[in-house]
């Protein structure tokens, strides 16, 4: 019989309740929310960087007026969506946080994929003070599941006496397109000797930025259906990359640090890129007073902008015990404090996109590294021009399949079939 080796069953009995009550009484997570349906004393929240996206949450923190034991947990972005995935697949909430910060290109996957793990969080703030380019990836099926946080508004930094020195002014840089970039470009090698940008062929995050400024993305409006093989902004894109890889002003990079020791070397004249970069660019003393920013540049096409944007992330709420007061605290500092944001610039160098905030004094205040421009003011401003795009499901996957694909078109094959191909590629891989 089954229970011959119990020459009790009073000591089976107890043993199997006591095993039942540890189990109930141990901690799912020591990062995280049971399935008990309990109101919790304490709301956690998982994010990256502690420089900046931790740093922000701890000051969001001390400006929360109420009392809320707040416990933010630093997790490498990577890990984040790992644990999400896993967690959430699994059918259980469990060690889920209360809030979890999301990079605005990865979360369509997670609310399309999990949409009942979100916690709708629209009534907490007015969705009307955020750049609108914001709304689209934080939002599903018309509730608003997001608090949209920082912006990657992009902008061209460029070193101002490398492009005096080759004759040209800021105002020669200020809204152009990449073609005429790439002619800037060209006669800065010719008369400096400086590459004009530094590149990772295996990071296409330059196209990116290319393809938003006119509006598209890997994806159609629906965020779903692949469109690559007929996108004129890709192929335009495309082009203008291959143009300044033969142009001879591409210093190639294969990591972060090989890309930050380009511009901090002095070794080229521009660096386009996500404001998220500014401090990168600060770090070397030496050069302060040598750089300013323009806009970004754009692409040759009928309602391009030269604004554009690299980078984001968003906060969430997951739909567990506790999702009131966490709601209500996102809403009470990212969502509605000017003051919040004004300290935000001065003490964590974090940009966000709460527009009314842009009236305060921090946001017009002069940076003298950048030869006394007031550069969050100007990106603030560009961010309100940035055109919405819907992200969807698979950018990075896509982009995998792009960037083999751009490695065949630099050597030489067919633009329509290196987008034919990636199509095809695409479709068969995201069924």
């Given at each position: 019989?089954?229970?011959?080796?119990?020459k009790?069953?009073?000591?089976?009995?107890?043993?199997?309740?006591?095993?039942?009550?540890?189990?109930a009484?141990?901690?799912?997570?020591?990062?995280g929310?049971?399935?008990?349906?309990?109101?919790?004393?304490?709301?956690?929240?998982?994010?990256w960087d502690?420089?900046f996206?931790?740093?922000?949450?701890?000051?969001?923190?001390?400006?929360?007026?109420?009392?809320?034991?707040?416990?933010?947990?630093?997790?490498?972005?990577?890990?984040?969506?790992?644990k999400?995935?896993?967690?959430?697949?699994?059918?259980?909430?469990?060690?889920?946080?209360?809030?979890?910060?999301?990079?605005?290109q990865?979360?369509?996957?997670?609310l399309?994929?999990?949409?009942?793990?979100?916690?709708?969080?629209?009534?907490?703030?007015?969705?009307?003070?955020?750049?609108?380019?914001?709304?689209?990836?934080t939002?599903?099926?018309?509730?608003?599941?997001?608090?949209?946080?920082?912006?990657?508004?992009?902008?061209?930094?460029?070193?101002?006496?490398?492009?005096?020195?080759?004759?040209?002014?800021?105002?020669?840089?200020?809204?152009?397109?990449?073609?005429?970039?790439i002619?800037?470009?060209?006669?800065?090698?010719?008369?400096?000797?400086?590459?004009?940008?530094?590149?990772?062929?295996?990071?296409?995050?330059?196209?990116?930025?290319?393809?938003?400024?006119?509006?598209?993305?890997?994806?159609?409006?629906?965020?779903?259906?692949?469109n690559?093989v007929?996108?004129?902004?890709?192929?335009?894109?495309?082009?203008?990359?291959k143009?300044?890889?033969?142009a001879?002003?591409?210093?190639?990079?294969?990591?972060?640090?090989?890309?930050?020791?380009?511009?901090?070397?002095?070794?080229?004249?521009?660096?386009?890129?996500?404001?998220?970069?500014?401090?990168?660019?600060?770090?070397?003393?030496?050069?302060?007073g040598?750089?300013?920013?323009?806009?970004?540049?754009?692409?040759?096409?009928?309602?391009?902008?030269?604004?554009?944007?690299?980078?984001?992330?968003?906060?969430?709420?997951?739909?567990?015990?506790?999702?009131?007061?966490?709601a209500?605290?996102?809403?009470?500092?990212?969502?509605?404090?000017?003051?919040f944001?004004?300290d935000?610039?001065?003490?964590v160098?974090?940009?966000?996109?709460?527009?009314?905030?842009?009236?305060?004094?921090?946001?017009?205040?002069?940076?003298?590294?950048?030869s006394?421009?007031?550069?969050?003011?100007?990106?603030?401003?560009?961010?309100?021009?940035?055109?919405?795009?819907?992200?969807?499901?698979?950018?990075?996957?896509?982009?995998?399949?792009?960037?083999?694909?751009?490695?065949?078109?630099?050597?030489?094959?067919?633009?329509?079939?290196?987008?034919?191909?990636?199509q095809?590629?695409?479709?068969?891989?995201?069924?």
């Amino acid at each position: 019989m089954k229970f011959l080796y119990w020459k009790k069953t009073g000591l089976f009995l107890l043993t199997v309740v006591t095993l039942l009550a540890l189990a109930a009484c141990s901690s799912d997570d020591a990062s995280g929310s049971s399935d008990t349906g309990e109101e919790p004393d304490k709301i956690t929240a998982w994010a990256w960087d502690p420089n900046f996206n931790i740093a922000a949450l701890e000051l969001a923190k001390d400006a929360y007026e109420e009392d809320l034991d707040l416990e933010i947990i630093e997790n490498a972005q990577d890990d984040i969506v790992q644990k999400l995935n896993t967690g959430l697949s699994s059918g259980s909430m469990k060690g889920m946080p209360n809030i979890v910060l999301i990079e605005d290109q990865r979360a369509q996957s997670f609310l399309q994929s999990y949409p009942d793990a979100f916690y709708p969080i629209g009534d907490y703030f007015n969705t009307d003070d955020f750049a609108p380019y914001k709304l689209a990836p934080t939002s599903l099926d018309g509730k608003q599941y997001g608090l949209p946080f920082d912006t990657g508004v992009t902008g061209l930094f460029f070193r101002t006496d490398y492009l005096e020195e080759a004759g040209y002014t800021k105002e020669d840089l200020t809204d152009i397109t990449w073609e005429k970039y790439i002619e800037i470009g060209k006669d800065v090698k010719a008369k400096t000797g400086k590459d004009m940008i530094s590149l990772d062929p295996n990071d296409l995050g330059i196209l990116r930025v290319m393809i938003q400024s006119a509006g598209s993305w890997y994806v159609e409006d629906d965020g779903k259906t692949v469109n690559l093989v007929d996108n004129e902004p890709l192929k335009k894109a495309f082009e203008n990359y291959k143009a300044m890889i033969e142009a001879d002003f591409v210093k190639a990079n294969s990591d972060w640090s090989q890309f930050i020791a380009a511009f901090n070397s002095g070794d080229v004249a521009t660096v386009p890129s996500g404001n998220w970069i500014a401090p990168s660019i600060e770090a070397e003393e030496s050069q302060a007073g040598k750089w300013e920013v323009a806009p970004i540049p754009r692409l040759d096409l009928n309602g391009a902008v030269n604004a554009s944007n690299q980078g984001g992330s968003s906060f969430y709420v997951l739909n567990i015990p506790g999702k009131e007061k966490a709601a209500e605290f996102l809403g009470a500092t990212f969502g509605s404090n000017e003051a919040f944001y004004q300290d935000l610039v001065l003490d964590v160098g974090a940009l966000g996109t709460y527009a009314p905030a842009a009236d305060g004094e921090a946001y017009q205040a002069e940076n003298e590294y950048f030869s006394g421009q007031s550069v969050i003011s100007d990106f603030s401003e560009w961010t309100e021009e940035i055109p919405s795009v819907n992200y969807g499901l698979h950018t990075y996957a896509i982009e995998d399949i792009l960037a083999a694909e751009m490695q065949n078109y630099l050597k030489g094959k067919d633009l329509e079939d290196v987008l034919a191909d990636a199509q095809a590629q695409a479709e068969s891989q995201l069924k």
